[in-house]
């Protein structure tokens, strides 16, 4: 793994104080525009604690807008492992303890995962955990199980990259499931519960994984009927 550097920390302590002094001032504004009577105190730092996500969600993606984190692997000492680590801190001090607490209702944390730049289709949700969300795309009326793992990057050693997730319609990944890097998954197939589909690997439509590692073990589709 390798270090993050003073002047990473340092800017992303630049932006944090941004995105927290703005949540703090939008929530004493919003205090005092309403009467609030006695819980006056725990509707500001509620406010402000909302507030804060929401602001640190534009940060997040304003810092991404102006410089992306690309597709492949990550240099050392490169401009791109100086953006990963920045963005690295986001996910480590303030949403990784939001997607990893189990607490926050499946269709906020769809919301969430899209404020975050996951492509989900309509009807998509995940109780899963999805890390990289701008590195995942799933399409319409799937679903990912509970404590389910998406992984779109690599950390080996040294070795730092993403590759994308990529999955169809109608796809189910089962509760506890770890699907790694690069791996596509066509529509309608089946991740079973526990399995681990290792990086790079390619599902099929309508097909069966199971396993550790995942191999295909059925399908959804029904085979043609013979011909008399």
Avoid at 42 to 64: M, S, T
């Amino acid at each position: 793994m390798r270090k993050i550097s003073i002047w990473q920390v340092a800017v992303f302590a630049v932006l944090l104080t941004i995105t927290i002094t703005a949540g703090i001032i939008s929530s004493l504004t919003l205090a005092s525009m309403m009467p609030l009577g006695k819980y006056h105190e725990i509707v500001v730092v509620f406010n402000a604690l909302l507030l804060i996500y929401l602001f640190a969600l534009i940060v997040f993606r304003l810092f991404l807008a102006a410089f992306p984190l690309r597709v492949g692997e990550i240099p050392e000492n490169s401009q791109q492992e100086f953006i990963y680590h920045v963005y690295l801190l986001f996910y480590l001090i303030l949403f990784y303890p939001i997607l990893r607490s189990g607490f926050v209702p499946v269709p906020i944390m769809r919301l969430l995962y899209l404020g975050l730049g996951a492509k989900l289709g309509d009807n998509t949700y995940s109780s899963g955990i999805i890390l990289d969300a701008q590195f995942v795309e799933i399409g319409t009326n799937s679903i990912v199980g509970q404590y389910a793992l998406l992984v779109p990057h690599v950390i080996e050693g040294k070795k730092l990259a993403h590759y994308p997730i990529v999955m169809g319609n109608n796809v189910t990944i089962g509760a506890g499931a770890t699907v790694l890097s690069g791996v596509t998954i066509g529509d309608g197939a089946i991740v079973s519960t526990g399995a681990v589909v290792t990086k790079g690997s390619n599902i099929g439509p309508g097909e069966i994984w199971g396993g550790v590692p995942a191999k295909r073990i059925g399908s959804t589709l029904q085979s043609p009927p013979l011909s008399p």
